[in-house]
């Protein structure tokens, strides 16, 4: 059953807006830690942003600080990445994830391309 899908990927210049959204099943997202996570060709998956359980702690990797805000919508149930002055190296796919104390989701993917 598929618990967490996403949406709002896609092409972009460089230096452009996107915004991924990731709409949880069944479980409350409210009481999961939350991240998001891409993965370019030839390379390892990388975690981008996180936030814990009650949003006590977030991390973001160094190369999108101040470019990248991961946020919760607890009334929708829903977790977004906000992505500003967008780079090439920023493509790839990227995936949503939750993890509550029983289970860990992850989303199916969507691609960014960053490209002029």
């Known amino acids: 059953q598929v618990q967490l899908v996403e949406s709002g990927g896609g092409s972009v210049q460089p230096g452009g807006s996107l915004t991924l959204s990731c709409k949880a099943g069944e479980f409350i997202l409210g009481s999961a830690a939350i991240g998001w996570f891409r993965q370019a060709p030839g390379k390892e998956r990388e975690g981008v942003a996180c936030k814990s359980n009650s949003d006590l702690s977030t991390y973001y990797l160094e190369s999108v600080k101040g470019r990248f805000t991961i946020s919760r919508d607890d009334a929708n149930n829903t977790l977004h990445l906000r992505m500003t002055s967008l780079k090439p190296e920023d493509t790839a796919v990227y995936y949503c994830?939750?993890?509550?104390?029983?289970?860990?989701?992850w989303g199916q993917g969507t691609q960014v391309t960053v490209s002029s």
């Open positions: 994830n939750a993890e509550t104390l029983s289970d860990v989701y």
